[in-house]
T-cell receptor, first 114, second 110 residues
Framework: DVKVTQSSRYLVKRTGEKVFLECVQDMDHENMFWYRQDPGLGLRLIYFSYDVKMKEKGDIPEGYSVSREKKERFSLILESASTNQTSMYLC?????????????FGAGTRLSVL | GQSLEQPSEVTAVEGAIVQINCTYQTSGFYGLSWYQQHDGGAPTFLSYNALDGLEETGRFSSFLSRSDSYGYLLLQELQMKDSASYFCAVRGNQGGKLIFGQGTELSVKP
């Protein structure tokens, strides 16, 4: 079974703190993604990576950065956390293929910025 | 811009059939997927349509009409455990990126 593991289920941080969200997948997937999920807004893509050290901006990259030093690990960084970054953060991974392109999701990290 | 439209909420009774529609407007199209997410859980893949027509997987079916930029998810013999949010998602290019709809919250009543 594919496993995507996010380091924390719940996180509480203060405004201005630097926050690291970690994600690890065990299926040798090329693609990894970071989304945030807010009520009524669905899943919005923050950043994605299709290979080690490669990254591309998604739809809402402002205030975030990412790091992919190893194929299995994709980190989301909030350089200076703000209250409007309080949200559920979901990591996903997938193979690159012309077929179903199934994304496998982690359980999510619910981040509260106070 | 690129967008997907689906109803925000649907309510149905146990044993019934429900259809969740999805219309999309994207610059490219390589397939329409459906994901299920229970409250507090991770989204999980349900089905995928790359070509027009119906795909059936047990109680769930998914339909696609590329000419109408439209698809739907059909859930039959509804069970209480089907209460969840359902997201449609379009693969717009050959890469792995998906564009998700806002999600439809399905409530199944006894």
């Amino acid at each position: 079974d594919v496993k995507v593991t996010q380091s924390s289920r719940y996180l509480v941080k203060r405004t201005g703190e630097k926050v690291f969200l970690e994600c690890v997948q065990d299926m040798d997937h090329e693609n990894m993604f970071w989304y945030r999920q807010d009520p009524g807004l669905g899943l919005r893509l923050i950043y994605f990576s299709y290979d080690v050290k490669m990254k591309e901006k998604g739809d809402i990259p402002e205030g975030y950065s990412v790091s992919r030093e190893k194929k299995e690990r994709f980190s989301l960084i909030l350089e200076s956390a703000s209250t409007n970054q309080t949200s559920m953060y979901l990591c996903a991974s997938s193979f690159v293929s012309l077929a179903k392109n199934i994304q496998y999701f982690g359980a999510g990290t619910r981040l509260s910025v106070l | 811009g690129q967008s997907l439209e689906q109803p925000s909420e649907v309510t149905a009774v146990e044993g019934a059939i429900v259809q969740i529609n999805c219309t999309y407007q994207t610059s490219g199209f390589y397939g329409l997927s459906w994901y299920q997410q229970h409250d507090g859980g991770a989204p999980t893949f349900l089905s995928y349509n790359a070509l027009d027509g119906l795909e059936e997987t047990g109680r769930f079916s998914s339909f696609l009409s590329r000419s109408d930029s439209y698809g739907y998810l059909l859930l039959q013999e509804l069970q209480m455990k089907d209460s969840a949010s359902y997201f449609c998602a379009v693969r717009g290019n050959q890469g792995g990126k998906l564009i998700f709809g806002q999600g439809t919250e399905l409530s199944v009543k006894p």
